[in-house]
């Protein structure tokens, strides 16, 4: 019997296939390029497609874990859309699984939505590209400790003294220095009808800044780029984004409003965004940087009058394509240093093929 060559693995550390495809998002090198749109929906991603150039034709791979994968070229330049599903679990895997496939830099653009936790400034349509970024985790000790609510949770300077000790606010993912000073430089240009954000993380902010106030500045309907500080990512859809659930104990009466009080001052809120900040922060210069920036859709309210509010589904067909659009010139417009080789891979031309292509 042939065995499966997805299971011919052998290094449990960091494990491929026979053919080099990664585990869990099932790349090679050839079919990721150096700049990546990921998104978390598979729709958002076909309706992405719509905007890639028609050759070469988009190479598109499904994992068996569900990762969707589609590449080519945006106005002539190599780009990959990601379907990465929800949590910092397949962030995870993904960031890795394709650092591990590219040589040179990535850009990395997240594409998707949160809620707001500050009404007055975000409200439900907007689109925010948030600051910094902080983590929300479960600390299990919580319950499991044998005298509950002696937990080492918010231990940090910044959150000690929260109520709402069953969670674990991490410190936000620091700034690049440079690259903040090179953003409020930006500050300065115009805005038409729309307010100016000045962004730290590292990574094509200011294209994605620009790419967006010019995307937004139609009717006042269609969602507004609005000013942000201070952005969270929880472990979680349910307890830690301080949802109630009578099925279920999870302390979590407090969270929201800790996480928008003054001492904290979140304004955003949802899964995946402050891990990607995170693993660029840590990643080696080995292969190249990762530059990362995100961009949110504003889909519903959790603090003030929006509390309880959810967008219109005619505004999130409206919005998607405009900010993927932006999400694309952003990425193109941004400097890769020696990117990933053409040939071989699923971008490269077909009249430059030939028979030495190797990526079905």
């Not at 700049?35 to 992405?48: C, F, Q, S």
């Not at 800790?258 to 210069?285: C, N, P, Y």
Request: charged share 25%; with cysteine; proline share 5%.
């Amino acid at each position: 019997m042939v065995q499966d060559p997805a299971h011919a693995i052998k290094d449990a550390n960091f494990p491929v296939d026979a053919y080099g495809a990664t585990y869990h998002v099932g790349i090679r090198p050839g079919q990721i390029a150096n700049r990546i749109l990921t998104v978390g929906d598979p729709a958002r991603l076909a309706k992405i497609a719509n905007l890639f150039d028609s050759s070469p034709k988009p190479f598109q791979l499904t994992s068996r874990r569900g990762f969707v994968t589609l590449t080519g070229r945006y106005r002539g330049v190599p780009v990959s859309v990601m379907a990465i599903g929800m949590g910092i679990a397949n962030m995870d895997f993904f960031v890795r699984e394709a650092r591990a496939v590219v040589e040179g830099d990535l850009a990395i653009i997240r594409l998707g939505s949160c809620g707001t936790l500050d009404d007055e400034i975000l409200k439900v349509g907007d689109v925010n590209v948030p600051e910094r970024a902080l983590s929300v985790t479960t600390d299990y000790d919580y319950w499991h400790r044998g005298e509950r609510g002696r937990s080492t949770g918010f231990v940090n300077q910044d959150v000690a003294g929260s109520r709402s000790s069953a969670y674990r606010i991490s410190q936000p993912v620091a700034a690049d220095q440079e690259l903040r000073q090179k953003v409020s430089s930006e500050s300065d240009s115009p805005t038409i009808q729309r307010s100016l954000l000045i962004p730290k993380c590292s990574g094509p902010i200011p294209q994605l800044i620009d790419s967006l106030r010019e995307s937004l500045s139609g009717p006042e309907d269609q969602g507004r780029l609005v000013p942000t500080d201070l952005h969270a990512s929880a472990d979680g859809f349910y307890a830690s984004q301080g949802r109630s659930d009578p099925n279920f104990d999870d302390a979590n009466e407090h969270l929201i409003a800790d996480l928008a009080s003054k001492r904290i001052g979140v304004q955003s809120l949802e899964m995946e965004t402050a891990h990607l900040f995170h693993l660029a922060h840590i990643a080696t210069s080995k292969k190249g940087k990762i530059h990362v920036a995100a961009s949110h859709m504003i889909f519903t309210g959790r603090t003030g009058q929006s509390a309880g509010a959810f967008i219109d589904g005619d505004l999130v067909e409206r919005l998607e394509p405009i900010t993927g659009r932006a999400a694309l010139e952003a990425l193109i417009a941004f400097e890769i240093k020696e990117p990933h080789p053409v040939k071989n891979s699923v971008w490269q031309m077909e009249s430059a093929r030939g028979n030495g292509w190797g990526v079905e």
